[in-house]
């Protein structure tokens, strides 16, 4: 992949599953002589950037696609493109011009990093979480790190969406559906006691005396593992 002179910075904040385009940043220097009609879609690309330098997205993304219908095959363009689009709140297609390059750079896993981001806002937790865990396997802390810090938190995120609606079915009447999720979330974290008394009470009422006890007694293990 090739360093244009001027490149998009984007700052990522997980707390709240949000990544923002925070600025840009245009590198002071000049084209060599000759590089504008060198470069197949240079004109376009330079605007693009200067209208991501203005804040101003759309037009972005316009040029954006005008120096790539010329020099299709320019990763950094269409990377800076899928950035202009999150900024414009379009991401489907920034997920799809970000997969379009790392499918051709799959040893770049800022690009997996971006796209489980992606996916994350898009509400498609399974795809977000293989392309963290990708990502969460760079030798780059500055990807890897954030890359781990996702995963868990998405994997939290999810194991407590499961509690609740193990407790929901379970307020519903539905015993066997919500059996079927407190067993999962008990697999996932047997350290919770809430969930391990829900069980051995469910097991009990269910006539599983064997796994009821068994549930009592790991509890009281917790309380006292003496």
């Known amino acids: 992949m090739t360093n244009h002179p001027r490149r998009l910075r984007l700052v ?16 002071s220097a000049v084209p060599a002589a000759g590089q504008t009609t060198a470069v197949p879609g240079f004109e376009a690309a330079n605007e693009a950037y200067h209208q ?3 804040k101003n997205p759309q037009a972005a993304i316009r040029e954006f696609h005008e120096a790539l219908a010329a020099n299709p095959s320019n990763a950094d363009w269409r990377t800076d493109l899928a950035y ?3 900024a414009a ?17 799959p040893e770049q896993l800022k690009l997996a ?22 990502a969460a396997s760079s030798v780059d802390p ?15 995120s999810e194991l407590q969406a499961r509690k609740q609606k193990a407790y929901d079915l379970l307020e519903q009447g539905h015993r066997k559906e919500a ?17 391990t008394l829900q069980l051995g009470y469910l097991y009990q009422v269910t006539g599983k005396l064997a796994k009821a006890r068994e549930m009592f007694e790991a509890e009281r293990y917790n309380q006292d593992p003496r």
């Open 113 to 134: 990093l971006e796209l489980g981001y992606v996916y994350l806002q898009l509400q498609d937790s399974a795809t977000a979480e293989k392309y963290f865990a990708a």
């Open 12 to 27: 990522r904040i997980f707390g709240a599953a949000v990544c923002v385009l925070a600025g840009l940043m245009l590198a």
């Open 142 to 156: 500055e990807v890897s790190h954030p890359a781990r810090l996702s995963l868990q938190n998405l994997r939290a």
């Open 89 to 105: 709140g379009s991401l489907e297609d920034a997920a799809r011009e970000f997969k379009a390059v790392y499918r051709d750079h």
């Open 84 to 86: 202009a689009e999150v």
């Open 52 to 54: 991501m330098s203005l």
């Open 179 to 195: 059996l079927d999720l407190f067993e999962q979330a008990h697999m996932a974290d047997p350290s919770d006691s809430a969930i």
